[in-house]
C-alpha cells in the first residue's frame, strides 16, 4: 500500500515523544530547575501525572523500559513508601495550584505490586492533588492479573488500560521471553470488562525475530476478535549494545528492512479494514474511543506516552526515572534507585538530567508535534525554513511532502515515513544515530 524508498529509511530516528529528545538531556538540569518550574504553575494550569512503577514478574527480553524483577516484597514495599514520600512532596511545592485531570501508572508492570497498594497510591494522589475525578490509565502485565486486580482497578474508577500483548504466537513469544497463553490474555480482557473498563489497548509488535506477515496478521486477528478498542503496533528495536537483556535475542532471525516495512503496511491495511481510525502512524483505535475523537477534532496530541488526547501542558513525573515536561523544561528523576531514594528522603525533588527548552525548541517541538498528530505544521515561527526544505527535497521530488507557504503536509503516503521528514525540522540531529530505532 506504500511505497518502499530504502534510503529514505536508511538513518535511525528517533520516535519524537519530546523534544528536545532524551538524547539531549544533560546533567546539568535537574531538581532547581524542576522546583522552579513548580513553583511557576499557575492556579488553573492543566496538570497530568505520571507515577512510574519500575518491576515486573517477569523481565522480558525486548524491553528497553527502566524495570527490575518484582521477586524481593522488601524491595517493593520501600519503593512504594517512597513514591508516597514523593507524591507529598511535589504536592507541598505545589500548594494547591494547578488542576489534575489525568493520572497515568505505567512502568514496568503496575500490577506487579498488591492491588491494595496501587488502591493506596490512587487515593493519596486524588487527596493531595485535590484531583477529584481524575481520567485514570493503567499498564498492565496480562500475566498475574486477576480478579482482585480487576476489582481494584473498578473500585478506583480506571477507565483506560493497556495490555503488553506483543504476539499471540507461542514461538514469537519464546523468542523474546515473553511467554504468555492467549488464554491469560482473554481472561484479563473478560475480567476488565467485569469491571467496567471503557478503553483497552493492546500493544503489538512487528519486525520480531523469526515473525512473518501471517503471524503477525494473526495477532492482530486475535486482538480484534477480543475486541481491542486501541493497539499500539511498534516495530522492535533491537538496541542489544544499549539493552544487555536483548543479547539473549537472535538478531539474524530478525526480519530485513523491506520486510518491516510491509508488516508495517499489513498492519495498518487490516486495521483500517476492519474499521479502525489510524491514529498517526502506529496507533490505532474505534471512531468512537477517545483518542480517535480528538484525531478528527484535530485534538491529538504526543507525549512520553505516544500519541494521546491528553492536552495538558504540565506533566509531572513521579518515581525513579519518570520525567516531567514543562513548555520551558524536560526534566528526568534519577534512574538509580537508591539515588532517587536518598533525595527523596532528604525531602529534596529527585530530578538528576534534562534540558532547558528555549523558546526555539518550543516553536520546534510545537511542530513536530502539529506534524505527527495531524500531517501538517506551519514553521512561520521557525529559523532556518529554508535548510529544512532542503532536507526534505527529495521527499518533496518523491511527493511525500508539499508546501503551502510557510506550512509543511505530509501526503497520504508519506505516513511511514513521518518521523523521518519530521527529523528534519530537529537542530539537534547530528552523528548519534546508533542511539534510535529505525523509522519503520
Known sequence: MWTYHPDLLATPVPRYTSYPTAAEFSDGVGAVELGTALDRVEPDTELSLYLHIPFCREICWYCGCNTGAANRAARLDAYLSRLSDEIELIARRLGGRGRVGRIAFGGGSPNAIAAPAFTRLVTQARQAFAAADPVLSVEIDPRGFDDR???????????????????????????????????????????????????????????????????LAASIDESIALGADRLAVFGYAHVPHLIPRQRRIDGAALPGAEARFEQAGLAHARLVDAGYAAIGFDHFARPGDAIAVAAREARLRRNFQGFTEDEAEVLIGLGASAISAFPGLLVQNEKNAGRWHMAISSGRLAGARGV?????????????????????????????????????????????????????????????????????????????AARFSSAV
Open 356 to 432: 532547558c527548552r528555549s523558546a526555539e525548541d518550543q516553536w520546534r517541538a510545537a511542530a513536530i508535534e502539529e506534524l505527527l498528530c495531524q500531517g501538517r505544521a506551519d514553521l512561520g515561527g521557525i529559523r532556518g525554513r529554508g535548510a529544512i526544505a532542503l532536507r526534505l527535497a527529495r521527499f518533496a521530488a518523491l511527493g511525500l511532502v508539499r508546501w503551502e507557504g510557510s506550512v509543511l503536509l505530509l501526503a497520504p503516503d508519506a505516513l511511514p515515513y513521518a518521523r523521518v521528514i519530521a527529523s528534519a525540522l530537529d537542530g539537534y540531529r547530528g552523528a548519534a
Open 149 to 215: 486486580w480487576a476489582a481494584a482497578l473498578g473500585a478506583a474508577g480506571v477507565s483506560r488500560v493497556s495490555l503488553g500483548v506483543q504476539s499471540f504466537d507461542p514461538v514469537l513469544q519464546a523468542a523474546i521471553g515473553r511467554v504468555q497463553p492467549r488464554a491469560d490474555i482473554a481472561a484479563a480482557v473478560a475480567l476488565l470488562r467485569q469491571a467496567g473498563i471503557a478503553s483497552i489497548n493492546f500493544d503489538l509488535m512487528y519486525g520480531l525475530p523469526g515473525q512473518t506477515a501471517q503471524a
